[in-house]
């Protein structure tokens, strides 16, 4: 009895942890490899068939296509600059510029990876129809509200995530973060 | 207590191995990943138009929506592929994923040099199976293995604002995969 009581309790502590391990790793979307600038990071090795078997596990559950190697690479932010979740209630803002590429496009996602709906039907923004300074540099006002300038509206949501793909570009594998690889800032500047 | 204590260890360690176990194995149990999710809407060797994503529905989560995306699933078991894509007006990319969504091959309109992107998909096999003088006449031509005879096609065309889609649509419709007449396999 003791013997069957003990394996049992074993055997249960062995899912938790291991089911437990798993579903964390893969909703975290963690990988090896992970390049961070800032608050944004990539994973540039999930586009290439070095991908490790976390990547692949992460690109199965989600069900999406990762962004080749040979096309580009794409970075996420979940967070501002100081690790305060992003919040489509606030107003945050996404200025600087970012590291060389032919093309690049930033896209709001809610956490699952679907657009969010707003009045305006935008979701995101490309390199060309970016209004920018003189000096290059660039400000998107995510928030709520209609707001002067490169306005990327939230519909309000509690969560979502900022996507900044760039696109035939010489960041990738080898690249560590640095000058040559500037991202843009992101601000929380005002919360209800 | 000891014994408890023991047992958790082991538990733990057990854990540790459950845990690499379905990570290893979730790809080929996952029944909703991007393949399965093409499967339905793409027929086997053609090149189909992918719905643009809207909050309401997409066929695959991040989707970049300053994208049109259409997708050829192929199947190499009846032999090599030839895949044509005219290039648009701004940024056009070929990406080749295996069965498993890995990414293994990109190419983009620059790096083709050409107004047309033109290759053949063949697995390994395959391509050891090509005539030498073949390849050497196939020297200017571009020659994609792979790794898996099922796999997706991706084919992009950027819309650098929303006034372009429909151009950016049009470009990638002419797009074709076909059987391809670079070599009768098994002669």
Same mark, same amino acid.
């Given at each position: 009895m003791r013997l069957l009581l003990g394996t049992l309790f074993a055997l249960i502590v062995a899912a938790a942890v291991g089911l437990g391990a798993t579903y964390f790793a893969l909703s975290r979307g963690a990988a090896f490899g992970a390049l961070t600038i800032g608050t944004w990071t990539s994973f540039p090795k999930t586009g290439t068939t070095d991908a490790d078997p976390y990547a692949r596990a992460s690109i199965a559950r989600i069900g999406r296509l990762p962004t080749a190697l040979g096309d580009g690479v794409s970075f996420t932010a979940q967070s501002d600059d100081k690790g305060k979740a992003l919040d489509g209630r606030c107003d945050v803002v996404v200025s600087g510029v970012t590291p060389a590429s032919r093309f690049w496009t930033i896209t709001l996602y809610n956490p699952a990876g679907e657009l969010?709906? +707003?009045?305006?039907?935008?979701?995101?923004?490309? %390199?060309?129809?970016?209004?920018?300074?003189?000096?290059?540099?660039?400000?998107?006002?995510?928030?709520?509200?209609? %707001?002067?300038? +490169?306005?990327?509206?939230?519909?309000?949501?509690?969560?979502?995530?900022?996507?900044?793909?760039?696109?035939?570009?010489?960041?990738?594998? %080898?690249?560590?973060?640095?000058r040559e690889v500037p991202m843009p800032a992101v601000t929380t500047r005002s919360c209800p | 207590m000891i014994r408890w204590l023991l047992l958790l260890l082991g538990g733990a360690l057990l854990g540790g191995i459950v845990h690499l176990a379905t990570v290893i194995v979730l790809p080929r149990t996952a029944t909703r990943d991007a393949y399965a999710r093409?499967?339905?809407?793409?027929?086997? +060797?053609?090149?189909?138009?992918?719905?643009?994503?809207?909050?309401?529905?997409?066929?695959?989560?991040?989707?970049?929506?300053?994208?049109?995306?259409?997708?050829?699933?192929?199947? !190499?078991?009846?032999?090599? !592929?030839?895949?044509?894509?005219?290039?648009? !007006?701004?940024?056009?990319?070929?990406?080749?994923?295996?069965?498993?969504?890995?990414?293994?091959?990109?190419?983009?309109?620059?790096?083709?040099?050409?107004?047309?992107?033109? !290759?053949?998909l063949m697995t390994i096999e395959q391509h050891n199976q090509l005539p030498e003088e073949e390849d050497v006449t196939a020297a200017d031509r571009l020659i994609v293995d792979s790794p898996t005879t099922t796999g997706i096609i991706a084919i992009r065309a950027l819309a650098p604002e929303p006034g372009l889609m429909e151009k950016a649509k049009a470009a990638i419709a002419a797009a074709q995969c076909r059987p391809s007449d670079i070599v009768k396999t098994g002669k």
């Open positions: 969010v709906a +707003n009045t305006v039907d935008r979701h995101g923004f490309t %390199s060309q129809e970016i209004v920018r300074r003189a000096d290059g540099s660039f400000a998107i006002v995510v928030a709520p509200r209609a %707001s002067a300038g +490169n306005w990327l509206p939230t519909g309000g949501v509690e969560r979502y995530v900022l996507v900044l793909r760039l696109y035939d570009t010489a960041v990738g594998v %080898s690249t560590k973060a640095g | 093409l499967e339905p809407i793409a027929p086997v +060797n053609k090149v189909v138009p992918i719905p643009a994503a809207t909050p309401d529905s997409a066929t695959m989560p991040f989707m970049d929506p300053a994208f049109a995306i259409a997708v050829c699933r192929y199947d !190499l078991s009846q032999g090599p !592929l030839k895949l044509t894509v005219p290039v648009s !007006l701004s940024y056009t990319s070929v990406s080749f994923y295996t069965r498993n969504d890995i990414a293994y091959y990109a190419i983009n309109d620059r790096a083709a040099g050409r107004r047309v992107i033109e !290759l053949d």
